[in-house]
Each structure stands twice: as C-alpha cells, then as structure tokens.
C-alpha cells in the first residue's frame, strides 16, 4: 500500500476560482513534506517543504499546510489560473532518507 | 544558475537493447537521484547517487543500474529493455544527500522519455 494518498485524482475548476488538495501520509519517522507542481512533459517543480514543526507555508498562490499529528497536508490554489493546469504531488521524506510519492493530483483549470 | 541537464530528451530502443541516460547536476550539488515516471505508478524512487556513492535503492531489478562520477554527473543504465520500461526517467540533484533530505531542495531535470517496442 502507497504510503502516501491524495485526492482527489483530478479535479477541473474555473479559472478565478479556489480549490484545495489533499495528501495523507503514513511514512514514519517523518522529516518533511514537500508539494511539487509538474507541467505536462516538464519535470517537478518545488513549491513548498514542510518540516515536523512548520503547519503553513505559502508560495505565491499556493498554501500548503500541514497536521503531523495526523498526517495529512494540503495544497490550497487561491484564484486559479489557466497557468496551474498541472500535476501537484506530494512528496514525504523520512528521516532515513527515503522519498515516498503520491500518485498526484490533475488539476485542470477552465476558462 | 544552470538547472539539472538530462540528455537524449527522447529515444526509442526495441525489446532486448540497452540504454544509457545521462545526467548532469546543478553546480554544486553532490547528490543525484533517479526515478521513473509512469501514467500507471507515479514518481517511482530508482536510486540515489551522492559523492560516487550509491546510497539507497529502490525496488527495480537488477537491469537498472547507474553510477556518477568524480564531478557529479551521473548516468543511469537499463539492460535488456522491456516494454514496461516505457517511461519518464527524471534525474535530480540536490546539495544534501537523502533528495535533499532535511530542509534541503530537489531540484528535477525536464526528463529523458524512453519508448520501448
């Protein structure tokens, strides 16, 4: 069983419009977790990193937040735009170094 | 500050040949990992690089090897290709070792999309 889940798998939204993604986790010891944005055909690209103590953490129009009691995180997108059509991961590091990955979350933005 | 370098961008090899992906880091970095990229499984962890070292392994077979050399550059090899290897293998470089384990960053390169027929 994956040791990281999201959700939803896809979702569309209109652009101007907010929407938040999910990630739950079970990797333990945790050390952190990261969001990453993957545009069709590019590599990831970071958008934040989570440690144990860190609940928020913002990158423009991206909010990620964090409840290590229990494991879970999201990725809050403030007024979309046709720009974040992309795959958002999740990604949790342990703390022997290991990197367990979501499946990913398709968000498709509408005009 | 040039970013992680992955060459050929494409390439289609036949059942039973080999293939040898190429990886350069950014500047400075030290550790190098790989991973492969499928519409069914997701960012599959392949194996990690740091200081020539391999330091952690995923769950491939044996066929997928790989190695980096004094300045960092890495290279990543796959034997006898299978039509499951069909995929996007993504190279990252990041300062610490462990992906950038800690607060560090990973930082990706754009891929090397490998066809199998």
């Known amino acids: 069983k994956n040791q990281v889940e999201q959700s939803p798998q896809s979702l569309i939204i209109l652009e101007g419009k907010n929407c938040t993604l999910q990630?739950?986790?079970?990797?333990?010891?945790?050390?952190?977790l990261r969001w990453y944005k993957q545009d069709t055909g590019r590599g990831p690209v970071s958008l934040t990193i989570m440690t144990f103590s860190e609940n928020t953490k913002s990158n423009g129009r991206y909010t990620a937040t964090l409840d290590a009691d229990t494991k879970q995180s999201s990725l809050h997108i403030t007024a979309s735009q046709l720009s974040d059509s992309a795959s958002y991961i999740c990604?949790?590091?342990?703390?022997?170094?290991?990197?367990?990955f979501g499946a990913g979350t398709t968000v498709t933005v509408r005009a | 500050k040039a970013g992680v370098t992955q060459t050929p961008r494409y390439l289609i090899k036949t059942r039973g040949q080999q293939v040898t992906l190429s990886c350069s880091p950014i500047s400075g970095h030290r550790s190098v990992s790989w991973y492969q990229q499928t519409p069914g499984q997701g960012l599959q962890f392949l194996f990690e690089?740091?200081?020539?070292?391999?330091?952690n392994k995923g769950n491939f077979p044996g066929r997928f090897s790989g190695r980096q050399f004094s300045n960092s550059r890495s290279e990543m090899n796959v034997s006898t290709l299978e039509l499951g290897d069909s995929a996007l293998y993504l190279c990252?470089?990041?300062?610490?070792?462990?992906?950038?384990?800690?607060?560090?960053?990973?930082?990706f390169g754009e891929g090397s999309r490998l066809t199998v027929l």
């Open positions: 990604v949790v590091s342990a703390r022997d170094y290991k990197l367990s």
């Open positions: 690089y740091f200081s020539e070292t391999q330091r």
């Open positions: 990252a470089s990041s300062y610490y070792r462990g992906g950038g384990a800690g607060t560090g960053e990973l930082f």
């Open positions: 990630c739950n986790y079970t990797v333990s010891p945790f050390s952190n």
